[in-house]
């Protein structure tokens, strides 16, 4: 597992990908409304990932998706962040789909590529609330527009995306050389080892065996441990799904948020309003849970579902409008109709960055 320094590198690097250069726009989106385009189409490469089965119904989503990218791609956003404007730059989004589009690839390749645009926008996604966070804390505001416009310069970018690209064996030889730079630091105007004299032959030569030593020791541990850890993370992947329960309502294995909200969308078109609310609230909370972003269980309410955003601030607020329409018309005794439906469905649109019909 790459370690935590790694991890930011590479998130910010995909987040450079975005945001290339200063623009200095009036027309400016703040850095919130761009995030929230970076998870609604997060979201959108969710769904496609969970989709199967149903061939044509994929299909016509998978062209929603890419037209949206599609316009994402060929519209540039200028972004306010920290007083300064930013140019957003998404070629590399148009470049994927386009790879996923040709005809030569299989579909574990396919499906490869959709889980890369997936966790390229999840790191975007995720830095940009590192960045908002910092900033509002006074004390890190001039601290994280410092590191923000180093990482503009490209350097650290180019760094973090070669990382990124390389195999697993790769990455491993090159921290294993970087870690032994750290121990033996090349010292200014200083000759090659093999022919410096501050080197003596016994120095060279404990020098090459602690350098093998090493790798016995990370190939023996590789040997060692190795396998006990891919058969945990294979048994963890062949996991069968179980049910579910929310509010009461139990949701069997391998359906997904989709199928819920289609179901809600059926109850609507029979003029069941009140039916299709409740379970349209029922996937949304599904779609979280599945999101991480709350925790499902059986014994939960509504309003311990709202606790679990409480660090979801834009989030919450839409989800909070959400559950007091839901509660409205199922516990109360107001009478829903079309226009609560369409109020109902955009608000769970914007809550799950899901394009509704």
Do not use: C
Request: net charge negative; hydrophobic share 40%; proline share 3%.
């Amino acid at each position: 597992m790459l370690s935590k320094p790694i991890r930011s590198a590479f998130a910010a690097a995909a987040l450079t990908t975005l945001l290339v250069s200063f623009a200095g726009q009036a027309n400016a989106k703040t850095i919130s409304e761009y995030r929230e385009e970076v998870a609604h189409l997060r979201y959108d490469f969710e769904e496609l990932l969970g989709s199967d089965g149903d061939v044509e119904g994929r299909e016509e989503f998978e062209g929603e998706v890419f037209a949206e990218v599609r316009e994402f791609v060929n519209d540039p956003d200028t972004v306010s962040f920290g007083g300064s404007d930013l140019t957003a730059g998404n070629s590399w989004l148009l470049e994927k789909i386009n790879e996923y589009a040709s005809g030569s690839k299989t579909e574990e390749q396919r499906t490869t590529i959709l889980n890369a645009i997936y966790e390229r926008l999840g790191a975007i996604e995720n830095k940009i609330l590192e960045y908002e966070g910092a900033v509002a804390d006074g004390t890190a505001k001039d601290e994280t527009k410092r590191r923000l416009a180093e990482i503009l310069k490209g350097e650290e970018f180019r760094k973090a995306t070669e990382e990124a690209d390389e195999s697993a064996f790769a990455a491993v030889w090159k921290w294993l050389e970087e870690w032994f730079r750290y121990l033996f630091p090349p010292r200014e105007n200083a000759p090659t080892p093999m022919r410096g004299p501050d080197l003596t032959p016994v120095g060279f030569v404990l020098q090459i065996l602690l350098y093998a030593a090493v790798v016995l020791v990370v190939a023996y541990l590789l040997w060692r441990f190795g396998p006990k850890v891919l058969k945990r993370v294979k048994e963890s992947r062949n996991e069968p799904k179980r049910d579910r329960v929310v509010l009461g309502e139990k949701i069997e294995a391998g359906v997904t948020t989709q199928d819920l909200f289609l179901e809600a969308e059926r109850l609507v078109a029979e003029g069941r309003f009140r039916d299709g609310l409740r379970k349209g609230y029922i996937a949304l909370l599904f779609g979280l849970g599945e999101r991480k972003v709350v925790g499902l269980a059986k014994h939960k309410t509504n309003r311990d579902y709202l606790k679990d955003l409480e660090k979801h601030g834009d989030l919450k607020q839409t989800v909070t409008g959400l559950t007091a329409q839901y509660e409205r018309h199922w516990y109360g005794s107001v009478e829903a109709g079309e226009d609560d439906w369409a109020e109902f469905s955009g608000g769970y649109s914007k809550a799950l960055g899901r394009r509704t019909k």
